[in-house]
Every structure is written in structure tokens, then in C-alpha cells.
């Protein structure tokens, strides 16, 4: 059973409520045919926590035994959170208010994965020490989180030994998928899913494609601090404390992800097969960019192409094909 507790904060103009739930079940799909965990309303708040990607909680009990044993692989989610007014080709905006560590350990993988290499020479052998964090798993290196210090390191067997800051982040996030699929959490797509992306932090707000009444919102896969490209298929894999806003955009169509901070206007673009070529996600996101631009900017076509071609960026989210693209908030006229 999951346990729930609920605020209700009174707005000026509409009621709101705050729900504190804390699941003691979890998904590693992303489906609209689960049985919600709560329910809320547009414009309502939750607060959760996130699992790390091996199904251990912030105090480091573990939840799951084999993490990867299908049917159902892959990190585990909170959720699904069933909001009341979403319906087909409607918009869900997603504020996220905190994303905060509350565990001082995590892991990751100790070498980048081959498709972030030129040849598989370039990878080292295998030197750590089986079980040594995961059963059956000799390739995880666990890393110490300073809390107050706002650092993170790895406990290496040789070497000076570094420090990083860390910069929390949700690697999950997303709605169900269209129709009758039912997506685990490894790959991710129109709706969302393991995007892995590095500025999915604490203030941002990301807006999902709606394909189902309800919508079916997830998040988890907390990551500590990633780079870009989650080069080495993991960041640094920890529990997270969430909170987040939802709002309900009425028959506002998206078809890819969008995401909006202090400094930019971003589109992300994946394909759900794992290692999809990265000019698939280049096209999504430049395609996407331009009806943002024109539809809620207003600029003409070609201004959208020309802005574009002269300040757009472009960012790798991950070496399996997901890719951003930003244009910076300055340059954009009022909507």
C-alpha cells in the first residue's frame, strides 16, 4: 500500500492540493494500463522520492532483486500519476520545484560505453571487484555524495582520486506512450521516458505530448551529477527527493518533449530504439523548433530558419541517438 498524505493550499482564485506519497510499489514500464498511484488535478503539487536505477531507496534498502530481468526491465518508476483533466492532444506541463539528493552514496559504470569510442581498444579491462555493489555486476564503481559540500567522488582502487559537483537531475520522466504500447523504462520516445537528460534538473519546466486520458505521468532514475551523452550509460545512480507542478494545456498538440528554463527554450528528439542514429533526434528536435517558433512565437518561417541557422545549439543528451535543441530565451520575441 502506498501512504498518502494530502495538503490543500487555498489560491486566490482556485483551490490546489499539495500530496505527499511515498509508493511501496513501483513501474519499470511506462503504460496506461497501470493502476494509478494517485490522482490529482491540474495545477495540483506532489511530492515523492525516486529509487536509484538498481531499486534502492534513500536508505539504501533495496526494493528490487534483478533490476534487468524482463519482461519488465529497466529503472524503476514512480508513478503513474493520473491527472484528472488530461485528455488526448492536450499538453501536460510539468514544473519540477525541488530535485534533491537525500542519500551520500551513489554508482556508476567505470568505463564509457563503446559507442561513445572509436574501437573497442580503447575500453580497459575489467578490474573491479565482483558483487562488490550489485549481485552478478564486476562493472559498477560506487561514489561518496558530500551533502554539504555539494560534491561527489568515486572510490577508486588507484589514482589521485577526484572531485565533481554534483547537479541533481531525473533521468525518467515522461507520460504513457501512444496507443497500446507499453515502453520500459530503458529507451525513450515522443512521450518522453529514460532521456537522460543532464538539464532535467530542480526549476525547469518540461511539457509531454499527451496520448491517453490521464496522461499517466512517471518519474525516476535519479542521477547525482551526468555529463553529457550519460557517456558511460549511467550517472551517478542515486534516490532523489521530488516535487512537481502539473498543469493541463488544452489542445495543445506537441510531438516531442519540450523543455523551458531561465535561459533557453529547448526540443528533444529520440527515437525508442537504443542506439538510433543521432541525425533521427536532430531532425525531430530542428523540426520541432521550427512549429515552437512559429506557432507560439510567431515568427515567420523563414525567420525561424534564420534564427535558427545563426544562433541555435545543439546538445548530445545521449550516445543513443537523443539529441536537444536550444535556442536562447533573448533572442525570442514575446509569445
Same mark, same amino acid.
Given at each position: ?9 487555498? @489560491? ?18 511506462? &503504460? ?22 538498481? *531499486? ?6 533495496? $526494493? ?114 501512444? *496507443? ?24 525547469? +519546466? ?16 535519479? $542521477? ?42 529547448? &526540443? ?25 517558433? +512559429? &506557432?507560439?512565437?510567431?515568427? +515567420? @518561417? ?34
Amino acid at each position: 500500500m502506498s501512504r498518502i498524505l494530502i495538503f490543500v493550499l487555498v @489560491a486566490a482564485t482556485a483551490a490546489a492540493e499539495t500530496h505527499e506519497i511515498y509508493p511501496e510499489t513501483h513501474s519499470r514500464v511506462f &503504460s496506461a494500463f497501470k493502476e494509478p498511484v494517485l490522482r490529482v488535478k491540474s495545477g495540483d503539487t506532489v511530492i515523492t522520492r525516486t529509487w536509484d536505477s538498481g *531499486g534502492q531507496d534513500y536508505k539504501g534498502v533495496r $526494493h528490487i532483486q534483478h533490476p534487468y530481468v524482463y519482461p519488465e526491465s529497466g529503472n524503476p518508476l514512480m508513478g503513474p500519476f493520473y491527472i484528472e483533466e488530461a485528455e488526448y492532444g492536450d499538453a501536460l506541463e510539468v514544473h519540477l520545484d525541488k530535485v534533491r539528493l537525500n542519500r551520500n552514496w551513489g554508482y556508476t559504470s567505470y568505463r564509457l560505453i563503446p559507442g561513445g569510442l572509436s574501437n573497442l581498444e580503447d575500453l580497459y579491462r575489467n578490474f573491479y571487484k565482483m558483487d562488490a555493489l550489485r549481485p552478478g555486476r564486476a562493472d559498477l564503481i560506487p561514489w561518496d555524495i558530500d551533502l554539504q559540500r555539494g560534491e561527489a567522488s568515486p572510490r577508486l582502487l588507484e589514482g589521485k582520486g577526484f572531485k565533481v559537483p554534483v547537479r541533481p537531475m531525473l533521468g525518467c520522466i515522461g507520460v504513457a506512450p501512444p *496507443g497500446e504500447v507499453v515502453q520500459t523504462s530503458g529507451p525513450s520516445s515522443t512521450h518522453g521516458g529514460n532521456i537522460d537528460y543532464n538539464d532535467i534538473v530542480e526549476g525547469v +519546466t518540461v511539457y509531454f505530448p499527451v496520448y491517453h486520458k490521464g496522461a499517466f505521468f512517471y518519474v525516476g532514475d535519479g $542521477h547525482a551529477v551526468q555529463g553529457d551523452g550519460e557517456g558511460l550509460g549511467t550517472g551517478v545512480e542515486t534516490s532523489l527527493d521530488v516535487q512537481f507542478t502539473v498543469k493541463v494545456h488544452k489542445g495543445k498538440r506537441l510531438s516531442i518533449p519540450r523543455l523551458v528554463n531561465r535561459e533557453y527554450i529547448v &526540443s528533444i528528439g529520440s527515437q525508442p530504439e537504443f542506439h538510433s542514429s543521432m541525425d533521427f533526434g536532430l531532425r525531430m528536435a530542428n523540426s520541432d523548433m521550427i512549429r515552437w517558433l +512559429t &506557432s507560439e512565437y510567431k515568427l +515567420t @518561417a523563414p525567420e525561424a530558419h534564420l534564427l535558427m541557422g545563426t544562433v541555435v545549439q545543439h546538445k548530445i543528451v545521449t550516445y543513443f541517438g537523443t539529441i536537444a535543441t536550444l535556442i536562447r530565451r533573448k533572442y525570442l520575441p514575446s509569445p
